[in-house]
């Protein structure tokens, strides 16, 4: 506990299991003249109450013992004259209606701005001297007056908590890149009810922002987000967006959101636009892009609180950015080594080099043909890579013998679909893939391995990947026998429709065949 020794002018105690924050707060007040006590938990807070006259309470809302829920309600039931503000840095709805319904007059998010800490102080003793001033003449209205305020209160700090919530989670659940450019546009014309919201990258290699990714609001009141780098031509690009590169690059090294209305005295603004906002997104204290908020037409005038939501939300998408940055890179490795297992498994056997490549690629190809989505290709890619990486626990004995294999070698051999699944499985990534490389040596008739499914019980993907797969094994020299010939190929190849394979998938593969696709696939492979 710290007091001063000047003639004080009210008392205020400060909460919070931060040291730093109870130190701050004491010699910034104290300086003011006030009368300041401290104390590290609600526990020690009581204390302080029992003995010490309180004009005002500021509190954390986590802290050990006592929490500042718990103590804002005791003070309430000894003195509630007393007013008591929350300071937290994880907000929630839920708190908020807590503290509210337990008496509390304000409700800070952290970092507190000092200044507006102490506008809150004044403010809030203000209140308190008429309060006690007044309590007996005009209890009844007081009352009144006191509910009103606290609904009002609880009113905006709900609408803007669910607001900063939406934010925080929206991006806490975007996994790529391409995604959260998308959002933060769309949620900017979405929560400020702009005309259109482009995102800039900026790079000190180019001259001028990059647009990549841009939302328009749509005649139903709704965004239609353009994400990626812009090649539109300019009339289609943000409607400042010739105009509006200059005064990015004028504003883009400071870290503070920009503001302006078409009356403004700020020089580059375009004459479309009625009111812009230009928030830089901070990585490592470099700007790293714009977002640039826009309203062309109509009533709508940006206010200080749009500007607080957008700032808040590109703090958010940095975070998210460096986050997806960081998994991006993660996953870009885990790929990378996974292949240099398949590498390594066909280093061991030079008949079966490529294999993978070229089976992908005829996957892709017969997933295309057959009207895939971009989503089906992107599994097959990494599931077609990776399709014989359970060869790797299968012995060199039995996986490079030059003559036929005995029954016994043969069910080893048969085990590389369920240790490549095994694999994969075990690094909690690629359910989907997973599953495809379990089966890609299932039979559409059930006489397959490893668990002897059928038809539509394997997994269509993986229907794709056994016809590209056998392809490539019979059209291919292998430890055993010399690639066979084109007729016999085919043969087996169609001959397999409906029985070995889903003759769907073999229709496809007749298509690309009779076009020469399957051929350039094979000789494009090293």
């Given at each position: 506990?710290?007091l001063?020794?000047?003639?004080?002018?009210?008392?205020?105690?400060?909460?919070?299991?931060?040291?730093?924050?109870?130190?701050?707060?004491?010699?910034?007040?104290?300086?003011?003249?006030?009368?300041?006590l401290?104390?590290?938990?609600?526990?020690?807070?009581?204390?302080?109450?029992?003995?010490?006259?309180?004009?005002?309470?500021?509190?954390?809302?986590?802290?050990?013992?006592?929490?500042g829920?718990?103590?804002?309600?005791?003070?309430?039931?000894?003195?509630?004259?007393?007013?008591?503000?929350?300071?937290?840095?994880?907000?929630?709805?839920?708190?908020?209606?807590?503290?509210?319904?337990?008496?509390?007059?304000?409700?800070?998010?952290?970092?507190?701005?000092l200044?507006?800490?102490?506008?809150?102080?004044?403010?809030v003793?203000?209140?308190?001297?008429?309060?006690?001033?007044?309590?007996?003449?005009?209890?009844?209205?007081?009352?009144?007056?006191?509910?009103?305020?606290?609904?009002?209160?609880?009113?905006?700090?709900?609408?803007?908590?669910?607001?900063?919530?939406?934010?925080?989670?929206?991006?806490a659940?975007?996994?790529?890149?391409?995604?959260?450019?998308?959002?933060?546009?769309?949620?900017?014309?979405?929560?400020?009810?702009?005309?259109?919201?482009?995102?800039?990258?900026?790079?000190?290699?180019?001259q001028?922002?990059?647009?990549?990714?841009?939302?328009?609001?749509?005649?139903?009141?709704?965004?239609?987000?353009?994400?990626g780098?812009?090649?539109?031509?300019?009339d289609?690009?943000?409607?400042?967006n010739?105009?509006?590169?200059?005064?990015?690059?004028?504003?883009?090294d400071?870290?503070?959101?920009?503001?302006?209305?078409?009356n403004?005295?700020v020089?580059?603004?375009?004459?479309?636009?009625?009111?812009?906002?230009?928030?830089?997104?901070?990585?490592?204290?470099?700007?790293?892009?714009?977002?640039?908020?826009?309203?062309?037409?109509?009533?709508?005038?940006?206010?200080?609180?749009?500007?607080?939501?957008?700032?808040?939300?590109?703090?958010?998408?940095?975070?998210?950015?460096?986050?997806?940055?960081?998994?991006?890179?993660?996953?870009?490795?885990?790929l990378?080594?996974?292949?240099?297992?398949?590498?390594a498994?066909?280093?061991?056997?030079?008949?079966?080099e490529?294999?993978s490549?070229?089976?992908?690629?005829?996957?892709?190809?017969?997933?295309?043909?057959?009207?895939?989505?971009?989503e089906?290709?992107?599994?097959?890619?990494?599931?077609?890579?990776?399709?014989?990486?359970?060869k790797?626990?299968?012995?060199?004995?039995?996986?490079?013998?030059?003559?036929?294999?005995?029954?016994?070698?043969f069910?080893?051999?048969?085990?590389?679909?369920?240790?490549?699944?095994?694999?994969?499985?075990?690094?909690?990534?690629?359910?989907?893939?997973?599953?495809?490389?379990?089966?890609?040596?299932?039979?559409?008739?059930?006489?397959?391995?490893?668990?002897?499914?059928?038809?539509?019980?394997?997994?269509?993907?993986?229907?794709?990947?056994?016809?590209?797969?056998?392809?490539?094994?019979?059209?291919?020299?292998?430890?055993?026998?010399?690639?066979?010939?084109?007729?016999?190929?085919?043969?087996?190849?169609?001959?397999?429709?409906?029985?070995?394979?889903?003759?769907?998938?073999?229709?496809?593969?007749?298509?690309?065949?009779?076009?020469?696709?399957?051929?350039?696939?094979?000789?494009?492979?090293?």
């Amino acid at each position: 506990m710290t007091l001063t020794t000047d003639a004080p002018k009210e008392t205020l105690l400060f909460v919070d299991d931060e040291e730093s924050i109870l130190e701050v707060a004491s010699e910034y007040f104290m300086a003011k003249g006030y009368h300041i006590l401290t104390a590290e938990n609600g526990r020690l807070a009581v204390d302080i109450i029992e003995k010490e006259k309180i004009d005002c309470c500021f509190t954390d809302i986590n802290m050990p013992e006592m929490d500042g829920l718990e103590l804002a309600e005791y003070i309430r039931t000894v003195d509630n004259t007393i007013p008591v503000i929350i300071m937290t840095g994880y907000p929630s709805l839920d708190n908020t209606i807590r503290t509210l319904k337990n008496g509390v007059v304000d409700f800070l998010i952290k970092p507190v701005n000092l200044n507006q800490l102490e506008i809150c102080v004044k403010r809030v003793l203000r209140e308190r001297q008429l309060f006690i001033k007044n309590i007996f003449l005009t209890q009844e209205v007081e009352g009144k007056n006191r509910i009103e305020n606290l609904n009002r209160e609880l009113t905006y700090k709900v609408e803007e908590l669910n607001t900063l919530n939406r934010i925080m989670t929206d991006f806490a659940t975007i996994d790529s890149s391409f995604d959260l450019f998308k959002r933060v546009v769309d949620l900017s014309t979405e929560l400020t009810h702009a005309d259109e919201a482009c995102f800039y990258v900026i790079n000190e290699a180019i001259q001028r922002p990059v647009q990549v990714a841009r939302s328009v609001a749509g005649g139903n009141g709704g965004p239609h987000a353009q994400p990626g780098p812009s090649t539109a031509p300019d009339d289609e690009q943000c409607a400042c967006n010739k105009d509006i590169s200059q005064l990015i690059l004028d504003n883009c090294d400071e870290d503070k959101p920009l503001l302006v209305h078409e009356n403004s005295n700020v020089r580059g603004v375009p004459e479309a636009i009625r009111s812009l906002m230009l928030v830089p997104l901070i990585i490592r204290k470099k700007v790293f892009g714009v977002l640039a908020v826009s309203s062309l037409n109509g009533n709508v005038r940006f206010s200080e609180k749009d500007l607080y939501y957008m700032s808040f939300m590109t703090n958010k998408a940095a975070y998210a950015i460096e986050n997806v940055a960081l998994y991006e890179n993660i996953y870009e490795n885990l790929l990378a080594t996974l292949y240099a297992f398949v590498g390594a498994i066909e280093a061991r056997d030079p008949y079966t080099e490529q294999h993978s490549n070229r089976v992908t690629r005829i996957a892709i190809a017969l997933c295309r043909g057959m009207g895939g989505s971009q989503e089906e290709q992107d599994i097959l890619n990494v599931a077609g890579q990776l399709h014989d990486i359970g060869k790797i626990g299968i012995r060199d004995d039995i996986l490079l013998k030059p003559g036929r294999l005995t029954d016994e070698e043969f069910s080893i051999i048969k085990e590389h679909p369920v240790i490549g699944a095994n694999i994969v499985e075990r690094l909690g990534l690629w359910d989907r893939e997973k599953n495809i490389i379990r089966c890609h040596h299932e039979r559409f008739d059930g006489k397959g391995y490893p668990d002897g499914l059928a038809g539509e019980k394997i997994p269509m993907l993986a229907r794709i990947l056994s016809v590209a797969d056998v392809y490539d094994a019979i059209a291919s020299d292998r430890a055993y026998r010399r690639r066979m010939e084109e007729a016999k190929i085919l043969e087996i190849m169609y001959g397999g429709s409906g029985t070995q394979f889903d003759a769907g998938v073999i229709d496809s593969f007749r298509s690309l065949y009779d076009q020469g696709v399957i051929k350039a696939i094979n000789e494009a492979s090293p």
